[in-house]
């Protein structure tokens, strides 16, 4: 089973601050990688997948990158509404689907 | 629009069993992967099952794998999940997500999720 480990477990940034968020694999996923948004009290939300292209709907200043074992989900300049909690997947072995226990993106 | 709906969450005592249902719209059902994926309370997310698109393949995680059964009628555009023996750590939201044909494991539209509470 593949381990997917997130960090920070919370980032707190500034309106407008660049946020950075990691995920990394226990061994290679190539690009299989996606990346979700979950706000209280909902679903989670496709924003990123094979680690770097933006779901339908994702605005620009969401990006990823990465390949094999180390991902990046970079927010620009994060606006109200994106402050959420955000889980890496892995989907290149399986089974299972193994998710990071996720990065929680706070207001500063 | 897509659409999931997942019902048929609710209280039920250790040891006991509960069918989820996931009805679809907006989507061509029939040709999508469609999976189960629980979220405990305060949790992360938890990958449970996976059924393809005509039903020839289904896999499921090490913790459920041989209690819970995840099922589909295409006719009804409907997803299901058998869920037998019940454990309190069970516990959780169950949310159904599609997958795109070409892409087993990608999630890209998921439902509300349903409440399951297994408490005696």
């Known amino acids: 089973e593949i381990v997917m480990t997130q960090s920070p477990a919370t980032l707190s940034v500034s309106p407008g601050e660049r946020a950075t968020l990691s995920c990394r694999a226990s061994?290679?996923?190539?690009?299989?990688l996606a990346w979700y948004q979950q706000k209280p009290g909902q679903a989670p939300r496709l924003v990123i997948y094979?680690?770097?292209t933006r779901a339908t709907g994702i605005p620009a200043r969401f990006s990823g990158s990465g390949s094999g074992t180390e991902f990046t989900l970079t927010i620009s300049s994060p606006q109200s509404e994106d402050f959420a909690v955000y889980f890496c997947q892995q989907y290149s072995n399986w089974p299972p689907y193994t998710f990071g226990q996720g990065t929680k993106l706070e207001i500063k | 629009q897509v659409q999931l709906v997942e019902s048929g969450g609710g209280v039920v005592q250790p040891g006991k069993s509960l069918r989820l249902s996931c009805a679809t719209s907006g989507f061509s059902f029939s040709d999508s992967g469609m999976h189960w994926v629980r979220q405990a309370p305060g949790k992360g997310l938890e990958w449970v099952a996976v059924i393809s698109f005509d039903d020839s393949n289904v896999f499921y995680g090490d913790s459920v794998r041989g209690r819970f059964t995840i099922s589909r009628d295409n006719s009804k555009n409907t997803l299901y999940l058998q869920m037998y023996s019940l454990r309190l750590e069970d516990t959780a939201v169950y949310y159904c997500?599609?997958?795109?044909?070409?892409?087993?494991?990608?999630?890209?539209?998921w439902g509300q999720g349903t409440l399951v509470t297994v408490s005696s």
């Open positions: 997500a599609k997958s795109p044909r070409s892409v087993a494991g990608l999630m890209d539209s």
């Open positions: 094979g680690a770097s």
């Open positions: 061994q290679s996923v190539s690009s299989l």
